[in-house]
């Protein structure tokens, strides 16, 4: 249910808040459950560009959800959308490339997805970038780093982020995460 929702979340950000006609449709639909009616309702828009459309298809394809649980659809419905901007489609695909969902696992490329909507201001995904960071995956491991991501990420309502930043702040020295907090200060999402 929550990825509904968030899908839902980024349904109205796309829109403006302003949500009328068939994509309301298919929204209300989601939040009734009715995936059938959903899914039904999003194929056409997605197949017309909708970018919103396009993301909630690749969640139901993801989750398996009224359509049959597809990587391979999720990711091309994600990849849709994520080229138009979605950061939520841009952090999905991160995810599908840093765990080897449905594609060959790929750091790199899951670097490039991640940092797409990190740089967007999703606090998830800037929690990834940070965790991506800290392992040295895709990346040079580079702490300074991952605590800049960490701290954007909990500030952009990363629920565990906090938590890590104070974690790898440990294993800081003092001018480090001073260099670190005035960076995550100066930054600005684009």
Known sequence: MRSILASLVVAVMLTGGAVAGPFADALRALLAEDYATASRLLRPLAAQGHAGAQHNLGVMYGNGQGVPQSYAEALK???LAAEQGVAQSQSNLGLM????QGVPQDYAEALKWYRLAAMQGHGPAQQNLGVMYVLGQG????YVQAHIWF???AANGANTA???RDRIA???TPEQI???????REWKPK
Do not use: E, F, H, I
């Open 77 to 79: 419905w994600y990849r």
């Open 97 to 100: 490339y840093d765990n080897g």
């Open 139 to 142: 990346v040079p491991q580079d």
């Open 151 to 153: 701290n954007l990420a």
């Open 162 to 164: 906090g938590t890590y």
């Open 170 to 172: 440990s294993k800081m």
């Open 178 to 184: 001073a260099l670190a907090q005035r960076l995550a």
